[in-house]
Each structure stands twice: as structure tokens, then as C-alpha cells.
């Protein structure tokens, strides 16, 4: 249930209710991150980078020192990140000091997800500057990633059976365009590897049996004729 306040608190109260929100924010935040909320704040105040990052969002104070605490890489977020309960955060994720860093990419590669779920699992939870790109040399340099991730073996070729006798199974295709606009209509014996060669301008249907029809009145008609699935070999006329 929805309950709504009007302006009947103190300053004070206001600041105690912004204050608990905050807290369950950033509970919110670190409850999915698999590391103590303390830890994460210990080694944020041993952090030079993001002690900067914290007091230049007190203070608006972006400026030369960046470049000389380290934090320049900072500068390009700077308007997505906030201070709450003493924490830096973007967004809806925790900025994590340099010190966890390499505990959170092991907790996201766990399993061997590779290099894309792995990089999901961390933006869902937490951020630093130049996170996918280590999450990527984490896995370039992984060996089980390596393992999970080759392709796998292609399937073996099956030789086709030969046939008894000569002109039992046939296959057919159209080589072309040629230069002349013109089509080659081949016919390949698989038996004797004996083939057949037409000419064509039209590749039609109707003008493919026109010119098979004389070559098996001729060589006899095969059992079976191996084709693709081109327009002229699937229509109902064929």
C-alpha cells in the first residue's frame, strides 16, 4: 500500500527519510555483488582514484587534478556518477575500487560463460572504467574458456555408394552465367563420371526438359538424379 505525506514534516524528518532511502539503495546494490558492503567501502578509502572521484562530487571539483590523481578516466562519466552512504555509484551499480576488481571478474567467470555473458553479468551489477575490456583479457587468457568455446569437430564425409552399372544415379546442376549470358546444363554420371553438356539461354522449366528429355530417350532413364533446390528442378511441370 501507497502511502502519501504532504508537507507536514520537519527539514529534519525529510533529511532522515532521504537518508534511510539511501541506505536501502545502496543495500539493494550490493546485495547481488557476492562482497561484503564493508570490504567494498575499505578498500574504496585506500582507492587514490576514487577517494578523487568522491571529493570531486562533493565539490563539482573536475578539474587538472584528475589528470594527476589518476582519474581521468572518470571524467567522461562524471555526470553519471553519484555519492550515497559514501560510495561512488553509476547508475544503478557500484563503482568498484581497483583492489576487488579482480575478485569480480573471477565471480563473473565462474562456470566459463565467455567473453559476452560474461561481460552481461558484470554491467548488471557493477561498473569501473575499462571493465569489458578486462573482462575480455580475462577470457582471451583463460585456457577453459578456450576449451569450452572451440568449435566443434565437423561431421565426417560420407562417400557415396557407387552404383552397380552406368547411368542408374545422375546429378544435375547449371553452371553460370558465362561471359555470353549464357547457362551450361551438366549432367554427371556417377558410375562412369560420364557427363552430358547443354547450352541453354533460358533456364526455365520448361526449356530444362526439353533438353534432358532427349538425353535419357538416348542414355535411358536414371533410377534416381541428385539436383538442388533450384526454381526450374522443384516445379511441378519438372
Not at 12 to 29: G, H, P, R, T
Not at 190 to 209: A, D, N, W
Request: proline share 6%.
Amino acid at each position: 500500500m501507497l502511502t502519501i505525506k504532504w508537507n507536514c514534516t520537519s527539514r529534519a524528518d525529510n533529511e532522515d527519510v532521504d537518508k534511510c532511502d539511501d541506505q536501502l539503495y545502496i543495500s539493494a546494490i550490493t546485495e547481488s555483488v557476492a562482497v561484503d558492503v564493508s570490504e567494498i567501502k575499505n578498500a574504496l578509502e585506500t582507492d587514490p582514484e576514487l577517494l578523487f572521484v568522491k571529493d570531486a562530487l562533493l565539490t563539482s571539483g573536475w578539474a587538472d587534478d584528475a589528470v594527476r590523481s589518476g582519474a581521468k578516466k572518470y571524467i567522461p562519466f562524471q555526470n553519471d556518477l553519484t555519492l550515497l552512504e559514501g560510495y561512488v555509484v553509476r547508475g544503478c551499480r557500484i563503482v568498484i575500487p581497483q583492489d576487488l576488481r579482480g575478485r569480480m571478474l573471477q565471480l563473473a567467470h565462474e562456470g566459463h560463460p565467455g567473453e559476452t555473458l560474461m561481460i552481461s553479468r558484470l554491467r548488471d551489477r557493477v561498473w569501473w572504467p575499462g571493465m569489458d575490456e578486462d573482462a575480455r583479457k580475462t577470457v582471451k587468457s583463460c585456457e577453459g574458456c578456450r576449451l569450452v568455446s572451440r568449435p566443434s569437430a565437423p561431421e565426417p564425409m560420407r562417400r557415396r555408394l557407387m552404383p552397380k552399372e552406368p547411368w542408374v544415379d545422375v546429378a544435375m546442376d547449371f553452371l553460370g552465367p558465362l561471359p555470353s549470358h549464357e547457362y551450361l546444363l551438366v549432367i554427371v554420371d556417377y558410375y562412369s563420371r560420364y557427363k552430358e553438356v547443354c547450352i541453354m539461354k533460358k533456364i526455365t522449366s520448361e526449356e530444362t526438359i526439353k533438353k534432358i528429355e532427349p538425353i535419357f530417350v538416348r542414355l535411358g532413364y536414371p533410377r534416381t538424379i541428385t539436383l538442388d533446390n533450384g526454381r526450374q528442378f522443384i516445379d511441378t511441370e519438372f
